[in-house]
T-cell receptor, first 113, second 110 residues
Framework: DVKVTQSSRYLVKRTGEKVFLECVQD?????MFWYRQDPGLGLRLIYF???????EKGDIPEGYSVSREKKERFSLILESASTNQTSMYLC????????????FGQGTRLTVV | KQEVTQIPAALSVPEGENLVLNCSFT??????LQWFRQDPGKGLTSLLL?????REQTSGRLNASLDKSSGRSTLYIAASQPGDSATYLC?????????FGAGTRLTVKP
């Protein structure tokens, strides 16, 4: 069974903290994505990566950075968490060849207080 | 920039009804379209993937169609059950650019 695993289901962090959200996939996929999901706004792409050490900004990269040191792991970093970053964060992965489907992790509900 | 719209935003039906969820997109130059299900507070589960060259795809009680030229896809659910209650999202894929609709929240009443 294919697996995309996010390190935490729920996180509560304080304003100004540095926050790491981790995502691991076991399918040897080249592409990995980070989205945030907010009521009324749907899923919005923060960053994606198409290879190790490669990254591309999505629609809302401000306040975030990413790291991909190994193919299976894609980390989202909130350099200094703010309350407007309270959201559901979703990681996805897919192959970079052909018309293949994307697979999602279970989501991380982050609350910044 | 690709824009994806899902109608209706919410739908409530009695158990046993057949129903159709709609997805429209503005740029027809897509690789594929994927339908997902999302339960409250959870991640997305892939239901069906339709390649750009395909017209429809079926899995059990689910049937998804694609009309690329008109920028539309439908998800047909036959004989709905309370367990089908969830939010259904469509995603239009242009290689590394995957765009989502806002979803349709479905409630199936026993």
């Amino acid at each position: 069974d294919v697996k995309v695993t996010q390190s935490s289901r729920y996180l509560v962090k304080r304003t100004g903290e540095k926050v790491f959200l981790e995502c691991v996939q076991d399918m040897d996929h080249e592409n990995m994505f980070w989205y945030r999901q907010d009521p009324g706004l749907g899923l919005r792409l923060i960053y994606f990566s198409y290879d190790v050490k490669m990254k591309e900004k999505g629609d809302i990269p401000e306040g975030y950075s990413v790291s991909r040191e190994k193919k299976e792991r894609f980390s989202l970093i909130l350099e200094s968490a703010s309350t407007n970053q309270t959201s559901m964060y979703l990681c996805a992965s897919k192959r970079n060849v052909g018309n293949t489907e994307a697979f999602f992790g279970q989501g991380t509900r982050l609350t910044v207080v | 920039k690709q824009e994806v719209t899902q109608i209706p935003a919410a739908l409530s039906v009695p158990e046993g009804e057949n129903l159709v969820l709609n997805c429209s997109f503005t740029d027809s130059a897509i690789y594929n379209l994927q339908w997902f299900r999302q339960d409250p507070g959870k991640g997305l589960t892939s239901l069906l993937l339709i390649q750009s060259s395909q017209r429809e795809q079926t899995s059990g009680r689910l049937n998804a169609s694609l009309d690329k030229s008109s920028g539309r896809s439908t998800l047909y659910i036959a004989a709905s059950q309370p367990g089908d209650s969830a939010t259904y999202l469509c995603a239009v894929n242009n290689n590394n650019d995957m765009r989502f609709g806002a979803g349709t929240r479905l409630t199936v009443k026993p």
